[in-house]
């Protein structure tokens, strides 16, 4: 088993940056991938950003290409996501997850993970 604990969540104004951590504990070293997903009051659950375990390869959802930043600290067994030049539509609960499965693509399906954080309120004024 994997426990995650987002954190960072909060109220900024649009243009304005936040930084989310996930903290994992319990059978870290089983995870392959880790990812953010994103989900607001009756949509369904989309990628942001994943990054794999070993070799740190990341992938974005396009409309955070340039803007949000992945990254992990593999000693401390956290995940992070800065998210920078943020937009009202950026207003949702975020997610952290972790993958055990070795997939060959972008981690972007929610299919392919098996541990979820309880998440994160974020909300971006205008």
């Known amino acids: 088993q994997v426990q995650l604990v987002e954190s960072g969540g909060g109220l900024v104004q649009a243009g304005g940056s936040l930084r989310l951590s996930c903290a994992a504990s319990?059978?870290?070293?089983?995870?392959?991938?880790m990812g953010w997903f994103r989900q607001a009051p009756g949509k369904e659950r989309e990628f942001v950003a994943a990054i794999r375990r070993i070799g740190g390869s990341t992938y974005y959802a396009d409309f955070v290409k340039g803007r949000f930043t992945i990254s992990r600290d593999n000693a401390k067994n956290t995940l992070y996501l800065q998210m920078n030049s943020l937009k009202p539509e950026d207003t949702d609960v975020y997610y952290c997850?972790?993958?055990?499965?070795?997939?060959?693509?972008?981690?972007?399906?929610?299919?392919?993970?098996?541990?979820w954080g309880q998440g994160t309120q974020v909300t971006v004024s205008s």
């Open positions: 997850a972790a993958a055990e499965g070795f997939y060959r693509g972008s981690y972007s399906y929610t299919y392919e993970y098996d541990y």
């Open positions: 319990g059978r870290t070293f089983s995870t392959n991938a």
